[in-house]
């Protein structure tokens, strides 16, 4: 499996290659990125490389997963530390329950043979 995500990996790398160089001019172009907004003066960024803009919004898309995976994690592991705490909880009340039914199975015991032996000191006499 290993060696199949690895090919893939190469392979998909080997398309983009092709695309790029195949497009090397599309992609040099100079691009001007302008923002409008109706309540503020126009912002106009300098001209770049239209593979720059590629470049910089894969690395943007790449740091927004990465907060998204971190932020999963961090409640995941949340989630498994409340889960372990009332595994926690309830293991102690299982063995105070069980220490409860230990003590009165002895009892009983304890019971049933005062019971035995009033029955055969009644049956003695």
Do not use: C, H
């Amino acid at each position: 499996m290993r060696y199949l995500k690895v090919f893939l990996l190469v392979f998909l790398f080997f398309l983009v290659m092709m695309l790029f160089v195949q497009n090397q001019a599309s992609f040099s172009d100079m691009v001007t990125l302008k923002f409008d907004p109706m309540f503020a003066p126009a912002i106009t960024s300098a001209p770049l490389p239209r593979y720059a803009l590629l470049l910089i919004s894969f690395a943007i898309g790449a740091a927004v997963v990465l907060l998204m995976l971190m932020w999963d994690r961090i409640t995941l592991s949340g989630r498994l530390s409340a889960a372990r705490r009332r595994v926690n909880s309830l293991q102690k009340q299982l063995e105070k329950v069980t220490a409860e039914k230990e003590k009165l199975i002895a009892e009983k015991a304890e019971l049933e043979a005062a019971l035995k032996e009033a029955e055969a000191a009644d049956e003695a006499e």
